[in-house]
């Protein structure tokens, strides 16, 4: 890490860089010797694997570039082509507009964002948290309500006064703790545009100091339980929030990913428990929250980590209603929550797990929904099944049980990991948002990247090997996998898959490299993350990658969000973010008239342009004749 400004670095990018793999094993080697064999052939990616993956996928790939040709598109808009300034840009008809920036007041009296003194202690918990990332909007009454999350925050702009922006007070601990979370906002649309409703008694935030209640399967064990609650079913806060999902009943899930980055160890010398090594919890942490606060410090508190990476459920529409941690769901470092009610009645949650080599997930509710009717159990009893993908299109949900794993409830629901691995799933080139399509039984992930697929084993040792829906081998560009579940019915155990689309370069490589036939040099990108489907069932996807727009990555520009047309395969650009920046979270309003997008960890000066702070915003997108968008 000693070249690498970690500052600049996504959340993720940094968990990538504290979880490094595990050490060189035989089959390390064997791929040096396979690099150096490619060298000679003169290919880039020569060898058997992707060769033989490209041929696989000549089948699994549906047939969709050659439809789009003959078809008209089904997008209303003119895509744009890259770009890599500082600003965002969307298609000629349609403007943006900011509706919430880092550190702007919820409540009034309260300051905004001062940049060379941060927020103050007092006002964290009443501002808009910083990095956005998966929203949901609510229509409660005659009112819309925004739920958004805040993934991280960037410690050296919060504590500007301090070394690396490190914590030197349990009241600076608390600053950076009181702008991550969950931000719950009214937003109205009049004169000026879309705005927050400030005083609004929807607003609250939800903070890594929030308490929140533990239900399902997990709750009350001995593995949870701490000092500070002895019974297992209380806790403070929710952690790197994520993706979100949305209940049928009207309830925000904000998903917990890289919540091993605030646990570390005031003892050096303090012997981690085996199961956090699978979770990437390390001594050393980003924030130091460990020195002033002693729940974060594992040497102290050795079962507070095993209460962070669930779903949480949180209802909008109460101010003062109690977060739940619905542990059914899994702990996994959660992605985003995409719920779909299957055709008989069951809850079923989609969940992938965003590391290199981790599964896919899905949850299947034991009783059904009807609208009226107590939820609360819902998400508490059920089974949770992990995926597995067969080299031929098929695919099969396996159960996590007591009979499959070996293991008590309690342990399957806190070391899911360790559960998934033992049934034998599918490691994949890491779980990113799954989206449904609300208009045909299928569903959508995207395997953002994993440039260790078919060179290391996962943190669980488990094999990666290249084929299947994971086809190339140190995987830079990630793709889209889909599945057609089993008798058009979600709850299913089986179902077939087949690949949306393979990012990668045309421009630059002639192998699996430059993407499926459906990419080309005007639609291309890298790194697919954030993903939903419209209510036309058109499929928005954002981008997290690289943006150098060299190498590899030369002429795809700043990260930026497409649309897809799962009909066609055809996918087109629709914006582009500014420099530094990654596209992640939208909705829509109520009248589908506004689209709202998140940016987050923007390096450039946006939104407020040249010498100003680049600060994350959500922005409000809508046609100039006010027509649909969504
Ligand atoms: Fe928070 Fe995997 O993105
Ligand atoms: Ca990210
Ligand atoms: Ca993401
Ligand atoms: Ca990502």
């Known amino acids: ?24 094993t035989d089959f390390d080697r064997v791929v040096e010797s396979a690099v150096s064999r490619r060298g000679f052939l003169g290919g880039i990616l020569a060898v058997g694997s992707a060769a033989a993956a490209m041929g696989t996928l000549g089948n699994l790939m549906s047939s969709t570039s050659a439809q789009a040709q003959d078809t008209d598109s089904r997008f209303a808009f003119k895509p744009i082509p890259v770009f890599t300034d500082n600003t965002v840009h969307v298609p000629e008809g349609y403007a943006w507009k900011p509706l919430a920036k ?7 009296n309260i300051p905004d964002l ?42 050296e702009i919060n504590l500007p006064h301090n070394e690396k922006g490190m914590p030197k007070s349990a009241d600076d601990v608390k600053i950076l703790q009181n702008l991550q979370g969950v931000t719950v906002m009214e937003v109205a649309e009049g004169e000026k545009g879309w705005e927050i409703v400030v005083d609004s008694p929807f607003n609250r935030r939800i903070t890594h100091l929030t308490p929140m209640k533990i239900s399902g399967p997990a709750a009350g064990s001995d593995l949870i339980k701490t000092e500070a609650d002895p019974n297992g079913t209380d806790c403070l806060g929710t952690f790197n929030n994520c993706g979100a999902g949305k209940t049928p009943w009207g309830t925000y899930l904000t998903c917990e990913e890289n919540f091993n980055g605030y646990f570390g ?25 460990e020195v002033f606060d002693p729940r974060f410090d594992v040497s102290k508190n050795p079962n507070e980590p095993r209460r962070a990476g669930y779903v949480v459920e949180i209802d909008p529409s109460n101010a003062t209603s109690t977060p739940i941690k619905r542990t059914a769901l899994g702990r996994i470092k959660h992605e985003n929550a995409a719920v779909v009610i299957a055709r008989n009645g069951r809850v079923v949650v989609y969940m992938g797990d965003d590391e290199r080599g981790e599964f896919l997930y899905k949850y299947v509710s034991n009783g059904i929904y009807v609208p009226g009717v107590d939820t609360s159990k819902l998400l508490d009893e059920g089974t949770l099944y992990v995926a597995k993908f067969v080299d031929d299109g098929n695919g099969e949900w396996l159960a996590l049980t007591p009979e499959t794993t070996g293991m008590k409830m ?58 299947g829906a994971n086809p190339r081998e140190k995987n830079a560009y990630g793709q889209i996998v889909r599945w057609y579940p089993e008798n058009e019915d979600h709850a299913s155990g089986k179902f077939k898959w087949d690949l949306f689309v393979m990012a990668g370069n045309p421009d630059v490589h002639k192998d699996a490299y430059a993407g499926s036939s459906n990419i080309n040099s005007g639609n291309m990108f890298n790194s697919p993350d954030g993903m939903m489907f419209d209510s036309t069932g058109l499929l928005w996807i954002q981008t997290d990658g690289e943006d150098t727009n060299e190498g590899d990555f030369l002429g795809q520009g700043n990260n930026q969000m497409l649309a897809g ?4 395969g055809r996918i087109e650009r629709f914006l582009t ?27 450039a000066p946006f939104p407020d342009g040249e010498g100003k702070l680049p600060r994350s915003t959500i922005l409000a997108i809508k046609r100039a004749d006010n027509a649909l968008v969504g």
């Open 1 to 24: 890490m000693a070249n690498i400004d970690t500052s600049k670095l996504s959340w993720d990018e940094w968990d990538e860089l504290q979880n490094p793999p595990p050490a060189e």
């Open 102 to 108: 880092w550190g702007q007041p919820l409540f009034s």
């Open 114 to 155: 001062d940049p060379a003194n941060g927020v103050s202690v007092e006002n964290s918990d009443k501002v808009f948290g910083e990095n956005t990332d998966g929203m949901e909007l609510f229509v409660i009454g005659d009112r819309q309500v925004i739920a958004v999350n805040h993934e991280y925050v960037n410690n």
């Open 265 to 289: 160890s005031s003892d050096p010398n303090f012997a981690m428990p085996d199961d956090f090594k699978r979770y990437g919890i390390a001594a050393e942490t980003r924030y130091g929250y």
């Open 410 to 467: 309690d342990e399957i629901h806190v070391f899911t990991r360790q559960a998934a691995s033992k049934v034998g799933a599918t490691t994949m080139d890491r779980p990113e948002w799954v989206a449904i399509n609300p208009v045909a039984i299928e569903a959508y992930c995207a395997l953002t990247n994993n440039t260790n697929r078919g060179v290391k084993k996962n943190a669980g040792g488990d094999e990666m090997p290249v084929g």
């Open 565 to 568: 047309d799962p009909a066609t």
């Open 577 to 603: 973010g500014p420099k530094g920046s990654e596209v992640t979270g939208m909705t829509w309003s109520a009248d589908k008239r506004t689209m709202f997008v998140g940016i987050q960890h923007p390096d």
